[in-house]
């Protein structure tokens, strides 16, 4: 299994320097390349690649002992990768007929982060790390210690602010489960009310966490926006709102994560909708030929989307199901408000309606009815992929039945 480790580094005030200098030396060097690359294309229908820049790679460093000499070989090849990554996702946009987004320039405000391919030419000592060209070792927050049989794929640092972290890439056997978790499988409906109704009836709050300091976050964007470029104030003004906007993120990260491990500690399968974040959240300001209709209440139901952090939620439960010997499964999210999950009948019914009310007598929370849908197809395609019936669900794999007004008022 394939992990990031990810901790804080705690550097003297000469490694912090040490640490700016590399990533403005693998920044330029990012800008360099790429202006090589276009530069051929454009004056003599070149295409240079990787190699070739790595070959021109080992003479700058061979002209500068002390910049890019002193830096770990790898370390530009990164740089270098990063670059070809760009052109890669450029070309393949391209054949797809997507927007193709052409590699650009990187400045300062851009590039915050630099990283080794492998492992040569650094070496990881318990709390410390010992980096090539940086003399004594580097400390860190050694809370989560990598796992014995680790191998090291590659390493980035980044900077977050004034702090500098690090991210160990890493393959690993030992931390996935030989037994699934005891339990039995859950749905849940992601929503903004509440970040996730299970199909046991539980509702998890949404911590909101751009709301709590979205007064102060506005009051520094408007600052930053009267500072004159280049100023004293206009950097401490940044630095001010870098940190409020870390602490939002910190916020939502730490509710994630525990709400995606205890998912996965209690639970050997987990079901959630398969959404399509990107569609959901897209502007409805329209043209000004067709303008568009309600987007002031449709831009602040995209801020609350994407502050409740459904995307990244999924992403957590899936590798943390994994390595607790659990199963996550995304299911087709259509229909899943309307269908009742006891007798699978199908009525529309309004988004004010936050009651199912069934004929077949079921009355519970709307959302709590769709997480049970959601759960009954996940088990349907569980047991399609087994070729058997999960036990205990007569209803999974079966088709919904429209009947029409089945729908009571509440």
């Not at 920044?27 to 690649?49: F, H, M, P, V």
């Not at 987004?101 to 650094?122: C, I, Y």
């Not at 952090?309 to 010997?325: E, M, Q, S």
């Not at 087994?386 to 089945?406: F, M």
């Amino acid at each position: 299994m394939i992990l990031t480790y990810q901790q804080k580094l705690r550097p003297t005030a000469t490694q912090h320097r040490l640490l700016a200098e590399a990533l403005e030396r693998q920044r330029l060097l990012y800008n360099a390349a790429l202006q090589e690359r276009r530069d051929a294309w454009r004056l003599g229908r070149k295409a240079i690649t990787r190699l070739d820049q790595q070959k021109s790679l080992t003479v700058i460093r061979a002209d500068d002992p002390k910049g890019h000499g002193a830096d770990p070989a790898n370390m530009g090849r990164w740089t270098l990768k990063r670059v070809e990554d760009g052109f890669t996702g450029f070309f393949g946009r391209v054949k797809r007929g997507l927007k193709p987004g052409f590699p650009r320039f990187k400045p300062v405000s851009r590039w915050n982060t630099f990283g080794l391919l492998e492992a040569t030419g650094l070496r990881h000592e318990g709390d410390r790390i010992r980096l090539k060209g940086f003399g004594r070792p580097i400390r860190l927050n050694h809370d989560r210690p990598l796992p014995r049989d680790a191998k090291i794929l590659g390493v980035t640092f980044t900077r977050k602010g004034r702090h500098w972290y690090v991210g160990f890439t890493i393959e690993t056997t030992e931390v996935v489960a030989a037994k699934p978790p005891l339990g039995e499988a859950v749905g849940g409906d992601l929503g903004v009310e509440a970040l996730l109704t299970l199909s046991t009836g539980e509702r998890i709050p949404n911590v909101r966490p751009s709301s709590r300091r979205e007064r102060e976050i506005r009051v520094s964007r408007r600052a930053l926006a009267r500072c004159r470029k280049g100023s004293n104030r206009r950097r401490e003004v940044k630095v001010r709102l870098a940190r409020q906007l870390r602490a939002v993120a910190n916020t939502r990260d730490q509710h994630l994560h525990r709400v995606s491990a205890r998912l996965a500690r209690e639970h050997p399968l987990v079901v959630l909708e398969d959404l399509r974040i990107r569609n959901m959240t897209r502007s409805a300001a329209g043209t000004v030929e067709e303008p568009g209709t309600n987007v002031t209440q449709k831009r602040g139901l995209n801020r609350s989307i994407l502050d409740a952090g459904w995307g990244k939620l999924v992403h957590l439960v899936r590798y943390k199901a994994i390595r607790a010997g659990g199963e996550l499964i995304c299911v087709d999210a259509r229909g899943t408000s309307q269908e009742c999950r006891q007798c699978r009948a199908v009525a529309a019914k309004p988004l004010s309606l936050r009651r199912h009310l069934c004929p077949c007598g079921l009355d519970e929370h709307r959302d709590v009815n769709s997480a049970g849908v959601i759960r009954d197809r996940g088990l349907a395609v569980k047991a399609a992929s087994e070729g058997g019936q999960p036990l205990g669900d007569a209803n999974a794999g079966r088709r919904a039945v429209r009947r029409p007004g089945t729908l009571l008022a509440a």
